[in-house]
């Protein structure tokens, strides 16, 4: 069973909705007005958000924001509804860097779908909290990674670029890889800012800053045992 907030203020649907996903064996609470999202969300600690683009108070996207703003509520997947002729509302929800999105009119079964694909990728990430990479271990529910034992001073962006290069140690991770999943669908990152990221990250790792290697042409990789290192 799933804790699920569904922020919807047309009540047709968001009871369709609910009876859906109570049927299915989920616990489910209503929001309908966008100002009250962020206290719901801080309050029940939802494992998933249905957000509606249109709302009374606050539209979606900036509740969207103010969500992923929000240490306390930057980790919950959040899946988008929009209606079918608000296209920007879609690309806007992409760049957001929504885990999915719907369009109205939508199938509660599609929906229902969509979310029990989603809670099965969080909770194989949450299983494993913790991930140990040689020397390096990582501990997702803190948001902190810690080398030979002590914790790593980084920012949220490090720490994602981090992560998602230990992820998969033995992959390269091209640049455009590396700029999707760290920083979202936001096209406005250039390829600058991900240089800008490594080089900070690699000082604040020091010596062991050489476990990430450059692959020329390509993005970057993961080395848990760099040559000239002590393993
Ligand atoms: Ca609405």
Redesign the pocket.
């Known amino acids: 069973m799933s804790k699920i907030l569904i922020v919807?203020?047309?009540s047709d649907i968001s009871d369709l909705i609910t009876l859906h996903l109570t049927r299915e064996g989920h616990e489910t609470h209503c929001v309908a007005n966008g100002l009250q999202v962020q206290p719901a969300a801080v309050e029940q600690q939802p494992d998933l958000i249905v957000l509606?683009m249109?709302?009374p108070g606050l539209d979606g996207g900036q509740v969207f924001k103010r969500l992923r703003a929000d240490t306390r509520t930057t980790h919950i997947p959040i899946i988008i509804l929009t209606a079918k002729s608000q296209v920007v509302d879609k690309i806007a929800g992409l760049e957001l860097g929504a885990d999915d999105y719907l369009t109205k009119p939508f199938s509660p079964r599609e929906l229902y779908l969509r979310i029990s694909a989603i809670l099965r990728r969080v909770k194989k990430v949450t299983h494993v909290s913790e991930v140990r990479r040689g020397r390096f271990l990582i501990d997702r529910k803190s948001m902190k990674v810690y080398l030979d034992g002590s914790p790593l001073d980084l920012t949220t962006t490090e720490f994602k670029l981090l992560t998602t290069l230990m992820e998969n140690d033995t992959a390269v991770h091209t640049r455009a890889d590396l700029l999707r999943e760290v920083w979202g669908y936001n096209s406005d990152v250039a390829t600058r800012t991900l240089d800008t990221h490594v080089k900070r990250l690699r000082e604040k790792l020091g010596a062991a800053g050489s476990h990430i290697v450059t692959v020329r042409g390509t993005g970057f990789q993961f080395d848990s045992n760099p040559p000239g290192l002590p393993a």
Request: glycine share 0%; charged share 65%.
């Open positions: 919807e203020d047309e509606d249109m709302l």
